[in-house]
């Protein structure tokens, strides 16, 4: 790979280009069982590079998975002609980097080989323990595990070439319960860089209890609820934080954070930050997909808004020094702020700890539809399942209602932020309590 990316950056260079080439060598294995039969196991590889050319302010972009140099030709050729088609912005999008130094990350260790038989029987037994619950575990929508493994290229004319792998895997089920002629089902999952530090049957087991203690639903009266979200909830409202604290939505003016830099926007107990090296982390990196040397990056600290998720360009465009949060979704893709592992830094008690102090409120641990909010205004409706709590204790089970609001107010109602971290994708956070909450009930 190194040899046909340098080679394409000579081809670029000579032809009076400024040059970017990003290189994504990608092996993914995943495997679904359903009534312990295996339902498919799929291994693919998938490689290929992106090229990014700059000259006189006009930007061209091609990608190939055709790597031979007919391909390689072909790919530059096309991302000199859609150079020449494109405005001249005299954008400077390139990374500038070459004299910085790079952290190494655990990613870049191999991880011990493990065989597909292992990982199979994981998702055979995540499945049994789901089944063997109880009699109100009627089935499951399939059982699944997931690893994803590649090895990542950026280089510059700007005088750098960088290189890692990374890898993370994940396991998951979604467990069904059923009472009389109610049907519920829990979801749940986990996530880790090595498959042998993946508890299958523990996943099997939280599944099946979290579709199981939703049998019984009863709607509540709509009003205003404090509300505790665990860590697997709260971590959709990471999700839009990652979308609105995006620098290009902020220069575009299209984001709730808008000129809210510096400002106060939660509790100082709320801490927001992007870690790409923390122990264990499934997307650490020493490098984001520019090439930046990556650094922890508090973007919400004490409460306060300390910054956005940047990429060169937008870097530039608002005068502050990148934060390395350049990230593609391969390398058929361009470059976008975003995070590696977000997560909110933990508080000092436990959940149980927490709801025994509730008086009423819900306890919520599914939000459905939060990639409906609009980012914004930042307002949002989402379905919610969980628990009314009453005095510390559950009463019943809640299912099918509306929780609704606005970030900004959603942050600041934030009151007490729990110890135990969970994981789902890029996003981790505790379970968070949280006041005044809109909820439309019966």
């Given at each position: 790979m190194e040899e046909r990316i340098y080679r394409i950056l000579d081809m670029a260079s000579s032809g009076g280009y400024e040059?970017?080439?990003?290189?994504?060598?990608?092996d993914s294995?995943?495997?679904?069982?359903?009534?312990?039969?295996?339902?498919?196991?799929?291994?693919?590889r998938d490689c290929g590079i992106g090229i990014r050319l700059v000259r006189e302010g006009r930007i061209g972009y091609s990608y190939s998975n055709e790597l031979s140099d007919q391909g390689l030709e072909s790919a530059l050729e096309e991302a000199k002609n859609n150079a020449a088609g494109s405005s001249a912005m005299d954008k400077d999008?390139?990374?500038?980097?070459?004299?910085?130094?790079?952290?190494r990350t655990a990613a870049d260790e191999p991880c011990p080989e493990v065989e597909s038989a292992f990982k199979i029987e994981g998702v055979r037994k995540m499945e049994e323990a789901a089944l063997g619950?109880?009699?109100?575990?009627?089935n499951t929508e399939g059982a699944g595990y997931s690893e994803v493994s590649s090895e990542v290229f950026v280089a510059s004319t700007r005088g750098f070439l960088r290189r890692e792998k990374r890898s993370c895997c994940s396991c998951s089920i979604a467990a069904v319960a059923g009472k009389n002629d109610e049907i519920r089902s829990g979801w749940y999952l986990a996530q880790a860089v090595d498959p042998?530090?993946?508890?299958?049957?523990?996943?099997?087991?939280?599944?099946?209890?979290?579709?199981?203690?939703?049998?019984?639903?009863?709607?509540?009266?709509?009003?205003?609820?404090?509300?505790?979200?665990?860590?697997?909830?709260?971590?959709?409202i990471i999700y839009l934080l990652e979308q609105a604290l995006s620098a290009?939505?902020?220069?575009?003016?299209?984001?709730?954070?808008?000129?809210?830099?510096?400002?106060?926007?939660?509790?100082d107990i709320f801490s927001l930050v992007d870690d790409p090296f923390m122990p264990g982390g499934c997307f650490n990196a020493s490098f984001d997909d520019e090439g930046v040397p990556r650094k922890k990056y508090f973007l919400v600290e004490g409460g306060i808004l300390r910054g956005y998720f940047h990429n060169s360009y937008s870097a530039r465009k608002m005068g502050t020094e990148p934060t390395a949060n350049?990230?593609?979704?391969?390398?058929?893709?361009?470059?976008l702020p975003g995070a590696t592992n977000l997560f909110v830094i933990p508080g000092k008690r436990d959940l149980p700890e927490i709801l025994a102090d509730l008086e009423d409120g819900l306890y919520v641990q599914n939000l459905m539809g939060m990639h409906t909010a609009d980012s914004m205004s930042g307002d949002f409706s989402v379905g919610v399942n969980g628990y009314h709590i009453r005095s510390g204790q559950i009463?019943?089970?809640?299912?099918?209602m509306t929780l609704s609001g606005n970030i900004l107010d959603l942050l600041g109602g934030i009151r007490e932020i729990g110890k135990k971290i969970v994981f789902i994708g890029s996003y981790g956070s505790p379970s968070v309590l949280l006041e005044d909450l809109s909820v439309s009930g019966k």
């Open positions: 040059c970017e080439v990003y290189g994504e060598d990608t294995y995943q495997v679904e069982i359903y009534r312990g039969q295996i339902e498919s196991i799929d291994r693919s999008v390139l990374a500038d980097n070459s004299a910085l130094p790079v952290t619950f109880g009699e109100v575990i009627v042998l530090a993946l508890d299958f049957a523990a996943v099997g087991r939280e599944a099946a209890v979290r579709a199981s203690s939703l049998l019984d639903c009863q709607p509540i009266e709509t009003g205003r609820y404090s509300v505790i979200l665990d860590g697997s909830a709260f971590y959709e290009e939505m902020v220069v575009k003016g299209t984001s709730v954070f808008t000129g809210k830099q510096d400002l106060r926007i939660a509790p350049a990230v593609r979704s391969s390398f058929k893709s361009l470059p009463k019943h089970a809640i299912c099918e």
